[in-house]
């Protein structure tokens, strides 16, 4: 049988969030991290690379991309604890710049209610991404716009989230239908989920699937910032 996330994944990140400076409990619960959280992330990893690699050139589908569950002991004096409690991995081009986030995907789950959280697209976006989407959003708008408007994708993920600004970027004229996500600071799709929803026998395999529809909004993402070059 297939790890998945149950009843037992919320217990220990409920209980890891009251020892989260206890080594010694962790090592007891060493197996239960494990199994309900390690395990279902790992396999979720997994199922993505096998249906998906091909669709994500440069990008690595490793299950060792999950978070560990321990932070270094000298983050751990910062306040958030020896034992983290949620995980997460994030899926996406290597790096080529320190200040710079590559377009992801993201998944977290954990003890906090908004810990539960699948989610893809650019959430940190650098200036020179920045400039670059501005550009295409308005330039190809007739793809952007019927990527975003397709009616199973919104069915599924809705709107683009994050944060908009507050007074329309100069240089462009907000009166043009073709401007309207320029108002968007970041620019990414996501859903929320419930303990009930995470713990459920088909999460893994529903969320595999509903990528499928949302994939192509993160292909043309990374295609129009690509990486930094010196």
Partial sequence: MNPRFTQKTFQYFDLAHKNKNN??????????????????????????????????????????????????????AEGGGLIKNFSHFTLWEKKTS??????????QVGHKSDDNFLGLG??????????????ATVENF????????????????GELLGDKYKRFPKGFNPEEP????????????????S???????????????????VLPFFNWVRHQVGTYRR
Avoid at 128 to 133: G, N
Avoid at 178 to 193: D, M, R, S, V
């Fill in 23 to 76: 080594a010694k409990w962790f090592e007891k619960n060493r197996a239960l991290y494990e199994d309900h959280v390690k395990a279902p992330m790992a396999h979720l990893v997994t199922r993505i690379r096998q249906e998906y690699q091909l669709e994500l050139p440069r990008i690595s589908l490793d299950p060792s991309v999950v978070t560990r569950p321990l932070r270094p002991k000298n983050r751990a």
């Fill in 98 to 107: 320190l200040f710079e986030w590559n377009p992801g995907i993201h998944f």
């Fill in 122 to 135: 650019l959430y940190m976006v650098s200036s020179r991404q920045l400039s670059l989407l501005r550009v």
């Fill in 142 to 157: 007739e793809e952007i716009d019927s990527l975003l408007q397709e009616k199973k994708l919104k069915k599924n993920w």
């Fill in 178 to 193: 073709c401007t309207k996500y320029l108002w968007h600071k970041q620019f990414y799709l996501g859903k929320y989920f």
């Fill in 195 to 213: 303990r009930k929803e995470v713990i459920s026998p088909k999460f893994i395999e529903k969320n595999v699937s509903d990528l499928e529809l």
